[in-house]
């Protein structure tokens, strides 16, 4: 969607929201988001994948707001058609790894013990909830067998046989992770940087985009900490409360190393990444 073609339906819809000043973002992956004088955020999909969700996120989002402790979304502003809404931006910065660096040990153990608390909180939300909020299922055989389709045709012709090689024997070891009846909650699954804040003034960690939620392996929530440091990870995964296997740790790592494989591929096929990001991501998972 357009810039002046947005503002102008938020202007018919929400009259009563002024502004003098906005950001048009439209780097993020499903979603199109506008920034009103850095105050209220409106979201809308950018394909018909997402569309139909939009409605469900919201209504996920209003049931766990009471749960956790977090600070998370809180849609004030929905559109008639349910195409677009908007809410309340959230205080803080992105937590890129610079940024949690930056961090002093005791400001670590904080974000740890937030994040910890969110986790198990969302990973205890009963299926009745789930199934009332048409939360989707992951299912990790499907995602491996798309995933070794698509980076043999797409990838491998673009690879060094080197690469080829290391990806292949981390197909056979993911392959072995995830040939088990593994354990399934609601989960974030999306959890990385560029969707926790940190709000320094007031030592709080808030959560955003929910659009790629899932009922799925709870080790995917721990994949994107992984940017932190497998030091920081394990902190945050002894905090969690909720069950665990002997294998969940190791099976976050797989997650975490298959994503720019994910990168590669998607970006010939419309995403807004490219494949030297991917490949450069590659390189440091891969050949480390």
């Not at 809410?87 to 670590?108: C, D, H, I, W």
């Not at 591929?265 to 419309?270: E, I, P």
Request: net charge positive; hydrophobic share 35%; glycine share 4%.
């Amino acid at each position: 969607m357009e810039p002046d073609l947005f503002l102008r339906r938020i202007r018919e819809e929400f009259p009563e929201i002024k502004w003098k000043n906005y950001r048009y973002l439209t780097h993020g992956w499903d979603h199109v988001v506008v920034i009103l004088d850095e105050k209220t955020v409106f979201r809308t999909p950018k394909d018909s994948r997402y569309r139909n969700e939009l409605k469900n996120e919201i209504q996920l989002l209003h049931y766990l707001k009471e749960k956790v402790k977090v600070g998370t979304p809180e849609y004030n502003y929905v559109s008639k058609n349910k195409s677009f809404a908007g809410y309340n931006m959230l205080m803080g910065q992105e937590l890129t790894v610079p940024s949690f660096q930056r961090l002093n040990a005791y400001e670590k153990e904080i974000v740890a013990k937030q994040l910890a608390e969110f986790i198990t909180t969302l990973h205890s939300t009963p299926k009745s909830a789930i199934k009332k909020f048409h939360v989707k299922s992951a299912n990790q055989q499907k995602l491996y067998n798309d995933l070794v389709r698509d980076t043999k045709k797409i990838l491998f012709p673009l690879l060094h046989k080197k690469d080829i090689q290391l990806t292949e024997q981390y197909f056979v070891e993911l392959k072995k992770a995830i040939n088990h009846n593994l354990a399934t909650t609601l989960i974030h699954n999306d959890l990385t940087d560029e969707h926790i804040l940190w709000d320094a003034k007031n030592r709080q960690i808030n959560i955003i985009d929910f659009s790629d939620r899932s009922f799925g392996d709870p080790a995917s929530d721990f994949a994107g900490l992984l940017e932190y440091g497998l030091k920081f990870t394990r902190r945050v995964f002894n905090l969690y409360g909720g069950k665990k296997d002997d294998h969940m740790l190791n099976r976050s790592q797989l997650y975490f190393k298959r994503i720019p494989l994910y990168m590669m591929k998607d970006s010939f096929q419309g995403f807004p990444c490219t494949f030297e990001q991917g490949y450069t991501m590659f390189k440091k998972r891969f050949r480390a």
